[in-house]
């Protein structure tokens, strides 16, 4: 189902094939309750999401906390075992590989995590951490050559490869995501999944990792799943953008029909409140101050999940889920699971 | 169904503090150092500023430009040792409240200067219910006795709009979500109704739904009962958006002091003028976005000069040799800390850096 909508949207740049297909990925975390620690219930992460990725560009997923963004970076990394679903790499189903094909199948997917802090290990050097991917992939950097290619790589990233030897500890917060993000490059992936990649730097920091992501996109032809919740900064990096709710995505279209012409209600307040550096716009925006909070993902409501907090909800939207399909968006048609979809400028 | 605030016996409210000329506060070439195994870290270096009532000041800058330590100077929460005050004064009401006993200091913090922190879990209590940690200003503070306590508590419950505060008085911080905590801690800030509310990074930990809640709940709160706002926070947008003047810190000094409007439409400081050129912008799709090179200093090893110099694309070597350039008037109402300020805010500034 999710082929045909993205084919009939008006491309805004020229697309390439697709890398990375997933269909319908469902992800559920069982609750256990009592002295026998019986499942009571499930936590549905992710509930049915479906999209494709292409060759060379930057996909963002955005979305509030809780919305199961980390959770489709961690099982599109197959970090997690889906609850159902499908992933077609290259025309290879992920989730049916096993072993050295697994293994070979992760060369070409990679990942970048959010806490430079933690996701680096404190005893190791940084020569080690950037060249282990090679300890289990021999065959792409040989032993003789892995010190050349992690001096190469750290270059790269615009680290000092005399720094070769150092510790993580010795590194700022911003080198420290430029060695993830050298470790994730290690291998020549050809998608790299960024899961709040820039979320723990400071802004001046922010901007140089943000613009190195797009050089090494532009040299490589990476493709990039960017999972953030900085609306800003999601729109700078991407060329589609994807908006998830309580675990299924309720909107997915470029960037311009997102962010100029958003025609989902959640979307649509999600957009009005993020703050805009721009004292002079203070009384010209409109804020949509949505009440209360996201619903509970183990007891998510019916129908419409974005209902409870939505202004346009009727009768329809507790009985019957809106589906993600092509809507009017006013100059072109792009993907909307709302009933009532609408084009509304937030700007 | 909870009785009126004035039927509750609260306690009187101390008369003793009294600005002039609406004057609250006035923060006068503040020194703070944390003498650290590491070597000393002058995390403040001549900070001077001042609050006026109804004012919203925010004081911006990255992690380690002293602005959370400023805020805690004047709340006198620094964790002495390692942290030490070595100059300046703190003038409340025109008091110079850094000499007071710590006893005066008490009867100051919460009935006149409150604080709200950035992480409300680890900021209110777990083992109490969050009624009696509200309740607790009254108790303490006023002497009230505990059910006149505990019905101010819902009324200040609801006035920060925490859906059947009656029902919940008597719930744990945890069974809270992180906006109705954050509601909580401003319920405790405010109970005194204080006339300084300084908010330390108070959505940051918030998704931006749930921000634009809090703060404009903040902005209400704030509108009635006339109180000065320090906003602490990194964040260029919150700042636009509810900020009178802004105070632009580095490494532990203030680099810019202006209006909102004015520092926005065109920085004095090459620092404020990278910082708003390196943030990407919700509604306008850029291309490269122009980073500062290079990091904050090690506020144990601030580089001599002007300490924004190795990072600054107009560095001369007046900055390199010259000790910190000092704030200076560089346009009506506003003040810069930087040698070419008249240039930087002319667009004339010569670019020195390479590339």
């Known amino acids: 189902m999710s082929a045909e909508p993205i084919a009939n949207q008006t491309p805004t740049k020229a697309r390439g094939e697709v890398v990375l297909e997933v269909e319908d990925l469902v992800k559920h975390y069982p609750i256990k309750a009592g002295v026998f620690r019986r499942t009571v219930g499930h936590v549905k992460a992710l509930d049915g999401v479906s999209f494709q990725l292409y060759k060379g560009e930057t996909l963002g997923i955005v979305g509030e906390s809780g919305c199961g963004k980390s959770t489709l970076g961690r099982t599109l990394m197959r970090l997690e075992e889906p609850t159902a679903g499908k992933v077609t790499f290259d025309g290879i189903d992920m989730y049916a590989q096993k072993g050295g094909a697994m293994r070979r199948l992760r060369r070409d997917i990679q990942i970048v995590f959010q806490d430079p802090y933690t996701s680096l290990n404190p005893r190791m050097t940084v020569g080690d951490i950037i060249g282990e991917p090679f300890d289990i992939h021999p065959d792409v950097v040989g032993k003789s050559g892995r010190k050349v290619r992690v001096r190469e790589l750290l270059d790269l990233v615009g680290l000092n490869p005399e720094h070769i030897n150092r510790y993580p500890h010795q590194f700022s917060g911003g080198q420290r995501q430029r060695i993830g993000i050298a470790r994730g490059l290690a291998l020549n992936p050809k998608v790299i999944i960024c899961d709040e990649p820039v979320s723990a730097l400071d802004v001046s920091v922010q901007a140089q990792v943000?613009?190195?992501?797009?050089?090494?996109?532009?040299?490589?032809?990476?493709?990039?799943?960017?999972?953030?919740?900085?609306?800003?900064?999601?729109?700078?990096?991407?060329?589609?953008?994807?908006?998830?709710?309580?675990?299924?995505?309720?909107?997915?279209?470029?960037?311009?029909?997102?962010?100029?012409?958003?025609?989902?209600?959640?979307?649509?307040?999600?957009?009005?409140?993020?703050?805009?550096?721009?004292?002079?716009?203070?009384?010209?925006?409109?804020?949509?101050?949505?009440?209360?909070?996201?619903?509970?993902?183990?007891?998510?409501?019916?129908?419409?999940?974005?209902?409870?907090?939505?202004?346009?909800?009727?009768?329809?939207?507790?009985?019957?889920?809106?589906?993600?399909?092509?809507?009017?968006?006013?100059?072109?048609?792009?993907?909307?699971?709302?009933?009532?979809?609408?084009?509304?400028?937030?700007? | 169904m909870?009785?009126?605030?004035?039927?509750?016996?609260?306690?009187?409210?101390?008369?003793?503090?009294?600005?002039?000329?609406?004057?609250?506060?006035?923060?006068?070439?503040?020194?703070?150092?944390?003498?650290?195994?590491?070597?000393?870290?002058?995390?403040?270096?001549?900070?001077?500023?001042?609050?006026?009532?109804?004012?919203?000041?925010?004081?911006?800058?990255?992690?380690?430009?002293?602005?959370?330590?400023?805020?805690?100077?004047?709340?006198?929460?620094?964790?002495?040792?390692?942290?030490?005050?070595?100059?300046?004064?703190?003038?409340?009401?025109?008091?110079?409240?850094?000499?007071?006993?710590?006893?005066?200091?008490?009867?100051?913090?919460?009935?006149?200067?409150?604080?709200?922190?950035?992480?409300?879990?680890?900021?209110?209590?777990?083992?109490?219910?969050?009624?009696?940690?509200?309740?607790?200003?009254?108790?303490?503070?006023?002497?009230?006795?505990?059910?006149?306590?505990?019905?101010?508590?819902?009324?200040?419950?609801?006035?920060?709009?925490?859906?059947?505060?009656?029902?919940?008085?008597?719930?744990?911080?945890?069974?809270?979500?992180?906006?109705?905590?954050?509601?909580?801690?401003?319920?405790?800030?405010?109970?005194?109704?204080?006339?300084?509310?300084?908010?330390?990074?108070?959505?940051?930990?918030?998704?931006?739904?749930?921000?634009?809640?809090?703060?404009?709940?903040?902005?209400?709160?704030?509108?009635?009962?006339?109180?000065?706002?320090i906003l602490i926070t990194h964040d260029l947008g919150v700042v636009a958006d509810v900020a009178d003047r802004i105070a632009l810190m580095y490494a532990g000094r203030i680099v810019e002091r202006a209006g909102v409007f004015d520092l926005y439409r065109r920085p004095a400081h090459p620092y404020g003028e990278g910082l708003l050129e390196s943030i990407p912008r919700l509604d306008q799709k850029g291309e490269e976005l122009s980073a500062i090179k290079g990091l904050p200093p090690n506020l144990t090893r601030i580089p001599p000069g002007c300490p924004f110099n190795p990072r600054c694309r107009y560095a001369q070597d007046v900055c390199r040799v010259d000790p910190p350039p000092p704030l200076r008037e560089v346009a009506p109402d506003r003040v810069a800390a930087c040698h070419f300020a008249e240039d930087v805010l002319a667009g004339e500034a010569v670019r020195t850096d390479v590339r």
């Not at chain 2, 900021?123 to 109490?128: G, H, I, K, M, S």
């Open chain 2, 2 to 229: 909870a009785r009126a605030v004035e039927e509750l016996e609260l306690g009187p409210r101390s008369e003793q503090w009294q600005p002039t000329d609406g004057r609250l506060l006035d923060v006068d070439d503040l020194f703070v150092e944390f003498r650290t195994r590491d070597g000393v870290a002058r995390a403040i270096n001549g900070v001077s500023f001042s609050l006026d009532e109804g004012d919203t000041l925010a004081i911006l800058g990255e992690s380690g430009s002293g602005k959370s330590v400023t805020a805690q100077a004047i709340m006198g929460i620094i964790d002495s040792p390692p942290g030490f005050i070595t100059g300046g004064e703190i003038r409340y009401c025109g008091t110079d409240i850094l000499t007071l006993s710590e006893e005066k200091r008490r009867a100051i913090r919460g009935p006149e200067i409150s604080m709200i922190f950035q992480d409300a879990l680890s900021a209110l209590n777990p083992v109490f219910p969050v009624g009696w940690q509200i309740a607790e200003m009254f108790r303490i503070h006023r002497g009230t006795n505990k059910s006149d306590a505990l019905d101010a508590a819902v009324t200040l419950m609801d006035r920060v709009s925490i859906p059947g505060a009656r029902q919940r008085v008597k719930s744990f911080p945890h069974q809270f979500s992180g906006g109705m905590r954050q509601r909580i801690m401003i319920a405790v800030a405010i109970a005194l109704d204080p006339a300084v509310l300084i908010a330390d990074e108070p959505t940051t930990a918030l998704d931006v739904t749930v921000q634009a809640q809090i703060m404009g709940l903040l902005k209400e709160l704030q509108e009635e009962r006339k109180m000065g706002l």
């Open chain 1, 210 to 347: 943000v613009n190195l992501l797009g050089e090494l996109q532009r040299e490589f032809g990476l493709a990039y799943v960017f999972i953030a919740h900085d609306l800003s900064v999601v729109r700078h990096i991407s060329d589609r953008v994807g908006v998830m709710y309580l675990g299924k995505l309720v909107e997915l279209g470029d960037e311009a029909q997102i962010y100029a012409r958003p025609t989902h209600p959640y979307t649509q307040a999600l957009l009005s409140a993020v703050p805009v550096p721009d004292p002079t716009l203070r009384e010209a925006r409109e804020q949509i101050v949505l009440t209360g909070d996201v619903p509970s993902p183990a007891n998510p409501p019916s129908g419409c999940r974005f209902r409870t907090r939505c202004w346009k909800a009727q009768e329809i939207c507790s009985v019957e889920e809106p589906p993600l399909i092509p809507r009017p968006d006013g100059t072109s048609e792009h993907d909307s699971a709302c009933h009532f979809a609408e084009p509304k400028a937030v700007f």
